[in-house]
């Protein structure tokens, strides 16, 4: 059993494949043996040999007889077992992503390392399935969940930054301090890759901001102007630096009291630069 933590390498993915394999061989002949050898498999401490687990199992002929099982182990009291098995539904359900969504949306609390990077790849390989879930989850009562549905959301800033502002704005005035960090690292993320998009939002969710959204928006523009003094020579003539401190300047002479206190404050960060 593979214990380090890490990637493996080529021969022990290989080595391990062929256990899991073997393991469902029995399981043809003698279930509850082979119930044994699948758990026992199924509790690899190592993240990607959990993956490898559940993906061998799931393309295997046996899948299909294995889906009980595997929903049993998403129950598990053992960590490792429960996250095989979200790794098996993931590849099971390769061409009905809106499955794994649905178990993922269940199961998000109990195997959170690989339901993030579970939704971080989904962003990327389903944007538009994630749109449409990811709006749902920002209106649950668990603020867990409200967090999670950021998580891989600024992956699909290029294609689409007037959906994730749009995103931003439905959820800017939540009141968990776990969703405002999200709210300021997707803003901090976005902006710097798209600016010119940005930024026009940012300056009308400040002229009716309370304090709470107030402070959220400086903690990414304090952060944005700050990376200015950081930028080296080549991506200063970019378009990040010239819009961040067009904006700031314009905000200064702002009719919007919000946006013009903003502006200044930000003004004293920049000004030597």
């Not at 062929?18 to 044994?36: F, P, R, V």
């Amino acid at each position: 059993m593979v214990n380090k933590i890490g990637r493996l390498t080529d021969r022990e993915e290989k080595e391990l494949q062929q256990e899991t394999i073997a393991a469902l061989e029995i399981y043809k002949s003698n279930e509850k043996k082979g119930t044994k050898k699948i758990e026992e498999l199924a509790a690899c401490k190592n993240y990607f040999g959990r993956e490898i687990v559940g993906k061998t199992a799931a393309n295997s002929e046996e899948k299909d007889n294995l889906e009980d099982l595997m929903r049993g182990l998403l129950d598990s009291k053992i960590y490792t077992k429960r996250a095989t098995a979200l790794f098996f539904f993931m590849y099971f359900y390769k061409k009905q992503p809106e499955k794994m969504i649905e178990i993922v949306s269940e199961y998000y609390d109990s195997i959170k390392w690989e339901a993030e990077n579970i939704m971080d790849q989904f962003w990327k390989d389903y944007p538009q399935l994630m749109k449409q879930n990811m709006l749902k989850w920002i209106e649950s009562e668990d603020e867990r969940k409200r967090s999670l549905s950021f998580h891989g959301l600024e992956n699909f800033s290029e294609k689409d930054p007037h959906f994730v502002m749009e995103f931003i704005t439905k959820i800017i005035d939540d009141e968990s301090l776990e969703v405002q960090k999200k709210i300021t690292h997707t803003l901090i993320q976005i902006a710097r890759s798209r600016p010119a998009e940005v930024y026009p939002y940012v300056q009308e969710l400040l002229k009716d901001a309370d304090d709470r959204r107030v402070k959220t928006i400086w903690v990414s523009m304090k952060k944005l102007a700050n990376s200015l003094k950081s930028t080296n020579s080549k991506e200063k003539n970019g378009d990040f630096v010239l819009l961040t401190k067009n904006t700031i300047k314009d905000w200064r002479s702002d009719k919007n009291k919000k946006v013009h206190i903003m502006g200044d404050k930000l003004y004293y960060i920049i000004k030597n630069i």
